[in-house]
């Protein structure tokens, strides 16, 4: 398939962070650059692939901690991308103070992330979705033709993302869910922030959450 999908584990808070390329044009994403994201621009360069941007599901500190690690090994550095109403938790440092930590200020974005935007990558096309509820500008990527949605922390194999932190919503979450992950084809795979992969039809039946 000429989309590949590379999952990586990272940092304390165990992170997945998604490293997307085509395989065709050698372009490649980084989704969630999480602590110790070192390790990503070695996959990026043993696969002998060429970094094209950032993509953020959103801007908790966990999400965004390797964010300049990676931006800065491209020469230009590469460009990140966020949907705009997380832009003040992104200036913030992610929340990272809540937790007693000082993350450094990622770039100023370039990339704003709208529903239903269509985002190149070589020759794949991946579709954005807005999906507030953990944050207010939380959003999901979906590959129609890899089967594939990355998830950020909206949902994780029979689980949700919290609710409890600034900017978050339960109610916002449960719609997100139910209008964007449920309506995708049952056997889409699902490819959450945080744990294993887990599809649309697992967890309709079985998230006791929803």
Known sequence: MPLSIVTLQLGPMEN?????????????VVIDPSFDSHIVLKEI??????????????AHFDHLAGLNTVVNAANPPAPVGIHRDDLALYGQGGGSQLFGLEIEPGPEPSIWFTHGQVLQLGDETLSVRHTPGHTPGHVIFYSETAGAALCGDLIFYRGVGRTDLPG????????????QIFTLPPDT????GHGPETTVKEEMENNPFL
Do not use: M, P
């Not at 360069?45 to 959103?58: D, I, P, S």
């Not at 795979?189 to 959450?192: F, N, V």
């Open 16 to 28: 997945n962070t998604y490293l997307l390329a085509d395989t065709r044009s050698k372009q490649a």
């Open 45 to 58: 360069e043993r696969r002998g692939w060429q970094l094209a941007a950032v993509w953020l599901t959103h």
């Open 168 to 179: 978050g919503s339960h109610s916002a979450l449960l719609q997100s869910i139910r209008s």
């Open 189 to 192: 795979r699902l490819l959450s």
